[in-house]
């Protein structure tokens, strides 16, 4: 490797590993603020937050990588560029392409690993993060006391406590409703003062009570009445201990093989097996359509003959036998026609439902491709557009970037929505944007090769006189 390759490639890491932290994070808080009032307030721990987050970030490792590359090349080039580097390297005779070539190859490869990692370990990312992510929104949120409020997160209790005392533990004037037990309210217990804390690593609460009552409904018991003739009996303590099971705020982990028929938990093969099985299934349906709807047309013959229980039927009583069949034909046809009518509208949204689901598989394994090629892509558009404006740092850079990243991902977005519906093959609209910007790419790689001054005032200033001048 000689040392101009050392040098371009040294310029080149830096930034794309710098870049690629930030648009990592950017993007992964972007998509975790989706979930954020799912996971506020459930006591998950920073163990569960650090599995989810690691989980998350595989997930968005292909889409941060193109915009990573696109804003670290024209840093790179940028920078050689505003210093004079590149200036320097080519008046030695150097072009253009050869100063590119040891960072082609090098996103060339990132390219080729991006595919593979998209396809072996994002969907198996994907898979122990969505089946975390359903556990987590199963579990409940930790306990939360609120003064003079009643607090029903407990199975078969609703607890009130006016006053909690500053140590966290000590209560004051505590209402519990027990119906742990079945019934509505049938046991309430008032107490004086208590004392709440866990035990055996949080998977008890205990409740110490202190100088208060209990009171028992029991008219749903066989109508026992005490001495007084009341359905309910009281029974005072200065001293009692409730033990409540926490088991209901444990976070339940699901057998992870429940989630794996979802299309982003598949690799290319799995996707394409499914995706053939669905089209097979479509145009199976599609065919045996005139069988299944062939039921509904039946043919018969009116009852129009002149005679009837061996009478002879003439003027207007044939007249009235034949109305009388007429408005039975019309009757059933028009019952034929609406059951023909439902039987097909249903029979078509199961068909169109198998389409746009084959269509939404295929679309994942062309994903994989297009997200990989997405990389080459802004590297050719990111470095020949950095050595022309020949701007380093974060500014220009990240403007420019921004701008062909949303470009890129508004043009993914509708051709996605496209193939999913129908309106175009899902090759054809998954490719669309790289096939729309990577002729961008090699118009700027030809415009810096030659030394243009594309983006600069001047040269938009003498092509606007230059047209004026051929207009007379």
Same mark, same amino acid.
């Given at each position: 490797?000689?040392?101009?390759?050392?040098?371009?490639?040294?310029?080149?890491?830096?930034?794309?590993?710098?870049?690629?932290?930030? +648009?990592?994070?950017? %993007?992964?808080? *972007?998509?975790?603020?989706?979930?954020?009032?799912?996971?506020?307030?459930?006591?998950?721990?920073?163990?569960?937050?650090?599995?989810?987050?690691?989980?998350?970030?595989?997930?968005?490792?292909?889409?941060?990588?193109?915009?990573?590359?696109?804003?670290?090349?024209?840093?790179?080039?940028?920078?050689?560029?505003?210093?004079?580097?590149?200036?320097?390297?080519?008046?030695?005779?150097?072009?253009?392409?050869?100063?590119?070539?040891?960072?082609?190859?090098? /996103? /060339?490869?990132?390219? /080729?690993?991006?595919?593979?990692?998209?396809?072996?370990? +994002?969907?198996?990312?994907? %898979?122990?993060?969505?089946?975390l992510l359903w556990d987590i929104r199963q579990k409940k949120p930790t306990m939360n006391f609120k003064e003079g409020a009643f607090y029903n997160g407990l199975p078969g209790y609703s607890i009130k406590i006016n006053k909690k005392l500053a140590d966290g533990k000590s209560l004051q004037d505590v209402m519990i409703y027990d119906h742990s037990q079945g019934g509505s309210n049938t046991k309430v217990i008032l107490a004086d003062s208590g004392r709440m804390y866990t035990k055996y690593n949080d998977t008890y609460l205990i409740l110490e009570l202190?100088?208060?009552?209990?009171?028992?409904?029991?008219?749903?018991?066989?109508?026992?009445?005490?001495?007084?003739?009341?359905?309910?009996?009281?029974?005072?303590?200065?001293?009692?201990?409730?033990?409540?099971?926490?088991?209901?705020?444990?976070?339940?982990?699901?057998?992870?093989?429940?989630?794996?028929?979802?299309?982003?938990?598949?690799?290319?093969?799995?996707?394409? *097996?499914?995706?053939?099985?669905?089209?097979?299934?479509? &145009? $199976?349906? *599609?065919?045996?359509?005139?069988?299944?709807?062939?039921?509904?047309?039946?043919?018969?013959?009116?009852?129009?003959?002149?005679?009837?229980?061996?009478?002879?039927?003439?003027?207007?009583?044939?007249?009235?036998?034949?109305?009388?069949?007429?408005?039975?034909?019309?009757?059933?046809?028009? &019952?034929?026609?609406? &059951?023909?009518?439902?039987?097909?509208?249903?029979?078509?949204?199961?068909?169109?439902?198998t389409i746009r689901d084959a269509n939404n598989y295929e679309i994942e394994i062309w994903r994989k491709y297009t997200q990989s090629a997405a990389i080459l892509i802004m590297f050719l558009i990111g470095a020949p557009l950095g050595a022309i404006i020949k701007k380093g740092g974060l500014g +220009?850079?990240?403007?420019?970037?921004?701008?062909?990243?949303?470009?890129?991902?508004?043009?993914?977005?509708?051709?996605? $929505?496209?193939?999913?519906?129908?309106?175009?093959?899902?090759?054809?609209?998954?490719?669309?944007?790289?096939?729309?910007?990577?002729?961008?790419?090699?118009?700027?790689?030809?415009?810096?090769?030659?030394?243009?001054? %594309?983006?600069?005032?001047?040269?938009?200033?003498?092509?606007?006189?230059?047209?004026?001048?051929?207009?007379?």
């Amino acid at each position: 490797m000689k040392k101009l390759d050392k040098l371009i490639l040294r310029s080149f890491i830096g930034p794309f590993i710098l870049t690629f932290a930030v +648009v990592e994070f950017i %993007l992964l808080t *972007q998509y975790m603020l989706k979930y954020l009032d799912e996971l506020v307030g459930k006591d998950l721990g920073a163990e569960v937050f650090g599995e989810l987050l690691f989980y998350f970030s595989l997930n968005m490792a292909p889409v941060a990588m193109p915009l990573a590359v696109l804003l670290s090349s024209l840093m790179t080039f940028g920078t050689l560029g505003e210093h004079h580097e590149l200036t320097a390297i080519k008046t030695s005779g150097i072009a253009l392409p050869r100063i590119l070539r040891p960072v082609f190859f090098l /996103v /060339v490869g990132l390219s /080729v690993g991006a595919f593979f990692f998209n396809n072996t370990i +994002v969907p198996k990312a994907n %898979l122990k993060a969505y089946s975390l992510l359903w556990d987590i929104r199963q579990k409940k949120p930790t306990m939360n006391f609120k003064e003079g409020a009643f607090y029903n997160g407990l199975p078969g209790y609703s607890i009130k406590i006016n006053k909690k005392l500053a140590d966290g533990k000590s209560l004051q004037d505590v209402m519990i409703y027990d119906h742990s037990q079945g019934g509505s309210n049938t046991k309430v217990i008032l107490a004086d003062s208590g004392r709440m804390y866990t035990k055996y690593n949080d998977t008890y609460l205990i409740l110490e009570l202190f100088d208060g009552n209990m009171y028992v409904d029991q008219g749903n018991a066989g109508n026992i009445r005490n001495n007084n003739g009341d359905q309910f009996t009281r029974q005072k303590f200065d001293e009692s201990k409730i033990v409540l099971s926490l088991a209901s705020f444990n976070l339940d982990r699901t057998r992870e093989e429940l989630f794996s028929d979802n299309k982003m938990m598949k690799d290319i093969s799995q996707l394409t *097996q499914v995706t053939d099985s669905l089209r097979r299934y479509s &145009n $199976k349906e *599609q065919k045996l359509y005139a069988p299944n709807v062939d039921p509904f047309y039946m043919y018969f013959k009116a009852d129009t003959g002149q005679v009837k229980n061996g009478l002879r039927l003439t003027g207007k009583k044939v007249e009235k036998k034949l109305r009388e069949p007429k408005a039975d034909v019309i009757t059933i046809a028009i &019952n034929k026609a609406r &059951n023909v009518k439902s039987f097909t509208a249903s029979y078509l949204e199961r068909i169109n439902t198998t389409i746009r689901d084959a269509n939404n598989y295929e679309i994942e394994i062309w994903r994989k491709y297009t997200q990989s090629a997405a990389i080459l892509i802004m590297f050719l558009i990111g470095a020949p557009l950095g050595a022309i404006i020949k701007k380093g740092g974060l500014g +220009v850079p990240v403007l420019i970037s921004i701008i062909f990243f949303i470009l890129m991902y508004v043009m993914a977005i509708l051709g996605e $929505k496209w193939a999913r519906e129908g309106l175009v093959s899902v090759g054809a609209g998954m490719w669309g944007a790289n096939l729309i910007l990577l002729p961008i790419g090699l118009f700027f790689l030809y415009q810096a090769r030659n030394d243009s001054s %594309l983006l600069e005032i001047d040269f938009w200033r003498k092509l606007m006189t230059r047209l004026r001048r051929n207009k007379i």
